[in-house]
T-cell receptor
């Protein structure tokens, strides 16, 4: 009965590879987000989708491509991974303007 | 633009001590204010929130009051426990359009027995 789930929890990969992180929410929310948390714990918004449409893209490199097949899912695909992409990525969801509920995070390590 | 400034950590306290974590913000309009908590190895959980000036959010013994005149939302708890050890994030959300959370840099709290 997890509200916001992410897979995988850990992802270790080589530079240059392409990888995806999946996110699903069962709260019936219409807005989903991806955040990046760096090694110093700083959290920054990457993308936001409302009803499967991209509404916020915070100057993220175009190697990052979010995809929302339906309101309950927001996946993050990353091409040509770089060392600087190593971070914890959090998915979140909300009803518009209401509090956000976060997933458990995906720790990405690029070697 | 919007920004949130938190005191730097770590904050180290003994069990039953009084806790204050300072948070000030800069925002256009009238934002909603939040405190989120991140326990080790976990995602963020909403701790408390306030949506307008002079509102007090409270949960699990933690409190914070939305002070418009000082643009602050300081987190307090009268008696901390070891289980409160975590990273605490102050955040704001503007109430116009599709808003997202702007976070402070987080403050680590370490409580020893």
């Amino acid at each position: 009965d997890t509200a916001v789930s992410q897979t995988p929890k850990y992802l270790v990969t080589q530079m240059g590879n392409d990888k995806s992180i999946k996110c699903e929410q069962n709260l019936g929310h219409d807005t989903m987000y991806w955040y990046k948390q760096d090694s110093k714990k700083f959290l920054k918004i990457m993308f936001s989708y409302n009803n499967k449409e991209l509404i916020i893209n915070e100057t993220v490199p175009n190697r990052f491509s979010p995809k929302s097949p339906d309101k309950a899912h927001l996946n993050l695909h990353i091409n040509s991974l770089e060392l600087g992409d190593s971070a914890v990525y959090f998915c979140a969801s909300s009803q518009v303007k209401n509090e956000q509920f976060f997933g458990p995070g995906t720790r990405l390590t690029v070697l | 633009g919007n920004s949130v400034t938190q005191m730097e950590g770590p904050v180290t306290l003994s069990e039953e001590a009084f806790l204050t974590i300072n948070c000030t913000y800069t925002a256009t309009g009238y934002p909603s204010l939040f405190w989120y908590v991140q326990y080790p190895g976990e995602g963020l959980q909403l701790l408390l929130k306030a949506t307008k000036a002079d509102d007090k959010g409270s949960n699990k013994g933690f409190e914070a009051t939305y002070r418009k005149e000082t643009t602050s939302f300081h987190l307090e708890k009268g008696s901390v426990q070891v289980s409160d050890s975590a990273v605490y994030f102050c955040a704001l959300s503007t109430n116009s359009g599709y808003s997202t959370l702007t976070f402070g840099k987080g403050t680590m709290l370490l409580v020893s027995p």
